[in-house]
């Protein structure tokens, strides 16, 4: 079958690889669509995204979905030709972590991820293995490129979990990449009154408006607004955090989404202590890509995220396309298959 085989810095192939053959307890998905995230850029630029550094060659990719297959032994309850995506995340060992934050887990392997040697091989391909309690099948009226976006939903919605309810509160998000703007999207999905995105991009802010926004920001000529009830940190710059807990009222909350790994992150903490600011992680997600398909399936409308399609042949110019905002690029999606 093809794959998008990273092989190190600027260097993206598409390779021919050995088929898959489910095991016991797996099916195997015909993929139909992914979504580029920004890992999958961070392997293509350097090779490594964070602590995890890639060893030798790895096919990328986490955010898919597409139709069941084959069973492997064992595997009961699923119909051939489901449509689904799968939850890309396979905790590894024994470990306590809270009740109902398997995120936290000290020890996961990720679809796409080199935190492990030897590495897991994404969901770029043709063809890919899941363990069926990872599959996440798709609801009626879901498609398999919406499905391919309920994994960064997931994201979105578990970041909005975080801040507790929402419903009449006045939101502020800043960074209107594709993980802001479905937090806008998934912000009014649970009752904002009002939600305000924050950018330097035009066409970013354009995409947020579309997705739900009630006031877009360009802040390169407009600045933050004040005293917003809960602040969703999404775009990862060290100098926003400063602006951000100075745009929070009194008593708010601020969710930090967006982490540039291994960028110092300087900032007067002033406003945190004087204010008492609420200031909280936010870390993927535990199930919420199950609430993500819920959301879709009850006619939550992300399609605007999407702004290029290309072919799995073209994965490279793809990745170059996701990387440069200057494209107008916000989620671009691989068609795995015709």
Same mark, same amino acid.
């Given at each position: 079958?093809?794959?998008?085989v990273v =092989?190190?810095?600027?260097d993206?192939?598409?390779? /021919?690889?050995?088929d898959p053959?489910?095991g016991? *307890? /797996?099916?195997?998905l015909a ?8 890992s999958?850029?961070?392997?293509w &630029?350097? *090779?490594?995204?964070?602590?995890a550094?890639?060893? =030798?060659?790895m096919?990328?990719?986490h955010e898919?979905a597409? &139709?069941?297959?084959a069973l492997g032994p064992?595997v ?11 939850h890309p995340?396979?905790?590894?060992g024994?470990h306590?972590y809270p009740?109902g934050?398997?995120?936290?887990h000290p020890h996961?392997r990720?679809? *796409?991820s080199a935190?492990f040697d030897?590495?897991?091989?994404g ?6 293995t899941?363990?069926v309690?990872?599959l996440?099948p ?7 490129q919406?499905?391919?976006l309920a994994?960064p ?7 909005v979990?975080r ?12 960074g ?8 806008v999207?998934?912000?009014k =999905? ?12 035009a ?6 408006k &579309?997705?739900g926004?009630?006031?877009t ?11 917003v009830?809960?602040a969703f940190?999404?775009?990862g710059?060290?100098?926003?955090i *400063?602006p951000v807990?100075r745009a929070?009222?009194r008593?708010?909350?601020v ?5 540039l790994p291994g ?8 406003d945190?202590?004087t204010?008492?600011?609420?200031w909280i992680?936010s870390y993927?997600?535990?199930?919420e890509?199950?609430?993500?398909l819920?959301?879709?399936a009850g006619?939550?409308?992300i399609t605007?995220l ?8 073209r994965?490279? /110019?793809?990745?170059?396309v996701a990387?440069?905002?200057t494209t107008?690029s916000?989620?671009?999606?691989l068609?795995?298959?015709?």
């Amino acid at each position: 079958m093809k794959a998008v085989v990273v =092989h190190g810095s600027r260097d993206v192939r598409v390779d /021919e690889v050995p088929d898959p053959v489910p095991g016991e *307890g /797996e099916v195997l998905l015909a993929l139909e669509w992914g979504g580029i995230c920004g890992s999958d850029i961070s392997y293509w &630029r350097h *090779g490594g995204t964070g602590t995890a550094v890639l060893r =030798h060659p790895m096919i990328l990719g986490h955010e898919v979905a597409g &139709r069941v297959a084959a069973l492997g032994p064992g595997v009961s309850g699923v119909e051939l030709g489901q449509a689904a995506t799968a939850h890309p995340a396979e905790l590894v060992g024994e470990h306590a972590y809270p009740e109902g934050r398997s995120n936290l887990h000290p020890h996961v392997r990720y679809f *796409g991820s080199a935190a492990f040697d030897p590495h897991t091989d994404g969901g770029f391909s043709e063809y890919r293995t899941v363990p069926v309690g990872q599959l996440r099948p798709l609801p009626d009226g879901v498609s398999t490129q919406q499905g391919a976006l309920a994994e960064p939903l997931g994201v979105a919605l578990h970041a909005v979990n975080r801040a507790g309810s929402l419903r009449g509160r006045t939101v502020l998000v800043n960074g209107a990449g594709p993980i802001g703007a479905l937090v806008v999207a998934a912000a009014k =999905h649970r009752g904002a009154s009002a939600v305000v995105a924050a950018d330097l991009a035009a066409s970013s802010l354009e995409i947020a408006k &579309r997705m739900g926004a009630d006031e877009t920001r360009d802040l390169s000529t407009q600045s933050l607004p004040e005293d917003v009830d809960i602040a969703f940190e999404a775009s990862g710059a060290p100098a926003a955090i *400063g602006p951000v807990l100075r745009a929070t009222a009194r008593g708010g909350t601020v969710v930090q989404v967006g982490n540039l790994p291994g960028e110092p992150a300087p900032a007067a903490l002033g406003d945190l202590v004087t204010r008492e600011i609420t200031w909280i992680g936010s870390y993927r997600f535990a199930d919420e890509i199950t609430d993500a398909l819920t959301a879709l399936a009850g006619g939550l409308d992300i399609t605007p995220l999407i702004t290029h399609t290309y072919p799995l042949t073209r994965a490279a /110019e793809a990745l170059a396309v996701a990387a440069d905002r200057t494209t107008g690029s916000s989620k671009v999606l691989l068609r795995l298959s015709e």
